[in-house]
């Protein structure tokens, strides 16, 4: 994003997105913090019926046009949402892997010392009091029950990150290693299966996490938008919280073409 969009996007708040979609629209949603609000641990998250019956709908109307992609694994996302999930393409660990009905399940092979970090993390979280998640491709330590240990999450974080040869990812009261990948290549891979190739991407995320996903968005003709409080972004629209999120898509749903 260019110095004068940061300037811009921070001199002004950003509108909300128009409440529509066309068949020239695919739509992708990160999951914590817009889809559903954040918990003080990830097990502490549920999908209600509502919201996964809405992108069922959603799925139904706009067949292979919409996606999920989150920094939780897919079947971290598959125990959400149950056989729901098989109805929309999925990216999970910030684009580690991913699943689409032209291609199945895609996912790289796990390298020995990623075990072997998993659990030196697993030891720091034992040892401050920090929760620690087990994930598919990496592993995070989060702060939010114990805010005055950010610094040292940070730190043993990145030692553990630099020392195996990992991706630091710092993330909402939380931080995680992981393999590489990011939102952004997420997008763009997806963006190329059959029923999404030429048309428009739309982002929805939170988190700066999502900020590459946004960047890939506008890149390819669409946009981002940002969910929560103004910040710098590369996000053209924004909604305030995940319950504007979810008015947005029933709305969207209701004028959908």
């Known amino acids: 994003m260019s110095a004068s969009a940061i300037a811009s996007s921070m001199s002004l708040d950003l509108a909300p997105p128009p409440p529509r979609l066309s068949p020239a629209d695919s739509l992708f949603l990160d999951f914590d913090g817009t889809l559903v609000d954040l918990a003080d641990n990830p097990e502490g998250v549920h999908v209600d019926s509502v919201l996964a019956d809405r992108l069922d709908a959603l799925a139904a109307h706009m067949p292979g046009r919409i996606a999920i992609v989150s920094g ?29 009905p032209e291609d199945g399940h895609v996912q790289p092979d796990k390298p ?14 034992e040892a401050n009091d920090l929760y620690f998640e087990t994930k598919s491709f990496g592993a995070g330590l989060h702060y939010r029950r114990n805010p005055d240990a950010e610094p040292l999450a940070l730190r043993e974080a990145t030692a553990i990150a630099e020392r195996h040869g990992l991706t630091l990812q710092p993330g909402k009261m939380m931080v995680e290693i992981r393999l590489p990948g990011d939102k952004g290549q997420a997008i763009e891979t997806l963006m190329q299966t059959p029923a999404m190739r ?24 669409g946009a981002g938008v940002l969910v929560g409080p103004m910040r710098e972004t590369a996000a053209l629209y924004r909604l305030p919280d995940v319950a504007a999120v979810h008015q947005w898509l029933a709305r969207a749903l209701e004028n959908a073409e």
Not at 76 to 100: I, M, N
Not at 112 to 125: F, G, I, K, S
Not at 198 to 221: H, K, R
């Open 198 to 221: 030429g048309t428009v991407p739309i982002f929805f995320g939170d988190d700066v996490t999502d900020e590459d996903g946004f960047v890939a968005a506008a890149a390819l003709g």
């Open 112 to 125: 020995d010392h990623l075990a072997t970090a998993t659990e030196e993390m697993r030891r720091v979280a």
């Open 72 to 100: 939780r694994s897919i079947a971290q996302l598959d125990a959400l949402f149950g056989p729901q999930a098989q109805h929309f393409t999925v990216a999970g660990s910030h684009g580690a892997e991913r699943r689409s």
